[in-house]
Nanobody, 114 residues
Framework: VQLQASGGGLVQPGGSLRLACALSGNIFSLNAKGWYRQAPGKQRELVAVITSGGSTNYLDSVKGRFTISRDNAKNTVYLQMNSLKPEDTAVYYC?????????WGQGTQVTVSS
């Protein structure tokens, strides 16, 4: 399984960004897909996840602001990020989970600053 993330950038507080993660390979083995982030000096944390059944879950600090979705026809997972805050600044990583293995995409930088 390969993951290719895109969509990061610099945005002002209160702004929006949409991240995309294109998946390829044996994607039918995947149980969940999502996004992690890692800010400087902090541990990587799970931001949002969507299961193969369509259930979603979010980090408490992004609930109501971020939305994870998928386009099965395009094999792509999205993270719509609204009302961005400086504390959302981090490298965001696309992630996918098979039964016993994690897959990671390259990180994409999101910077929220005025």
């Amino acid at each position: 399984v390969q993951l290719q993330a895109s969509g990061g950038g610099l945005v002002q507080p209160g702004g929006s960004l949409r991240l995309a993660c294109a998946l390829s390979g044996n994607i039918f083995s995947l149980n969940a897909k999502g996004w992690y982030r890692q800010a400087p000096g902090k541990q990587r944390e799970l931001v949002a996840v969507i299961t193969s059944g369509g259930s979603t879950n979010y980090l408490d600090s992004v609930k109501g602001r971020f939305t994870i979705s998928r386009d099965n026809a395009k094999n792509t997972v999205y993270l719509q990020m609204n009302s961005l805050k400086p504390e959302d600044t981090a490298v965001y990583y696309c992630w996918a989970l098979a039964t016993t293995k994690n897959y990671w995409g390259q990180g994409t930088q999101v910077t929220v600053s005025s």
